[in-house]
T-cell receptor, first 113, second 115 residues
Framework: NAGVTQTPKFRVLKTGQSMTLLCAQDMNHEYMYWYRQDPGMGLRLIHYSVGEGTTAKGEVPDGYNVSRLKKQNFLLGLESAAPSQTSVYFC????????????FGPGTRLTVL | AQSVAQPEDQVNVAEGNPLTVKCTYSVSGNPYLFWYVQYPNRGLQFLLKYITGDNLVKGSYGFEAEFNKSQTSFHLKKPSALVSDSALYFCAVRDPLGGYSTLTFGKGTMLLVSP
């Protein structure tokens, strides 16, 4: 049982490049989330999903797209990376029941030059 | 709207002393409240939560938190700090009646425990 995993762990992009971050969970959780963590800003919600095939915007969705084609995977895409998207990205998941306790992945550190 | 505030960017405490990390919240109904800890270069780990019932909640690693509805607070406490408790701590809230299916996190408080 690996829990929540994220791929890749580190990535450096040039401005304008695109990439996809992959989050996978093996706990059969319904809900999945993408956050970004910046110094002094805490965690801010980018997008989330309440089930396979559904997505919704969070607090800071601009410049990102997501897809949840399979229940266990939640993809975060950057179509044209900007330096402002330099951050640490965390994925989390939680079951339908359980009072909202979220389980986090180890994070992806992204640098956009 | 739901919001949470952690008024201290950093808390310093000597090993063996009690520690408190403060959190206040704002919701329209009765809140679900959480504490998470983040060690360097790691993801967030769940520590404890308050949903209902006893105002004093016990969690992992000897931590506890006290829910105070009148002061809208949920402070994290530990009777005797360890150097290994040094980490970044996040408080989070959800208003289950507010139509939200997401948690709102505070900005985090860095806890530094000196030997």
């Amino acid at each position: 049982n690996a829990g929540v995993t994220q791929t890749p762990k580190f990535r450096v992009l040039k401005t304008g490049q695109s990439m996809t971050l992959l989050c996978a969970q093996d706990m059969n959780h319904e809900y999945m989330y993408w956050y970004r963590q910046d110094p002094g800003m805490g965690l801010r919600l980018i997008h989330y999903s309440v089930g396979e095939g559904t997505t919704a915007k969070g607090e800071v969705p601009d410049g990102y797209n997501v897809s949840r084609l399979k229940k266990q995977n939640f993809l975060l895409g950057l179509e044209s990376a900007a330096p402002s998207q330099t951050s640490v990205y965390f994925c989390a998941s939680r079951p339908l029941a359980g009072h909202d306790t979220q389980y986090f992945g180890p994070g992806t550190r992204l640098t956009v030059l | 709207a739901q919001s949470v505030a952690q008024p201290e960017d950093q808390v310093n405490v000597a090993e063996g002393n009690p520690l408190t990390v403060k959190c206040t919240y704002s919701v329209s109904g009765n809140p679900y409240l959480f504490w998470y800890v983040q060690y360097p270069n790691r993801g967030l780990q769940f520590l404890l939560k308050y949903i209902t019932g006893d105002n004093l909640v016990k969690g992992s690693y000897g931590f506890e938190a006290e829910f105070n509805k009148s002061q809208t607070s949920f402070h994290l406490k530990k009777p005797s700090a360890l150097v290994s408790d040094s980490a970044l701590y996040f408080c989070a809230v959800r208003d289950p009646l507010g139509g939200y299916s997401t948690l709102t996190f505070g900005k985090g408080t860095m806890l530094l425990v000196s030997p």
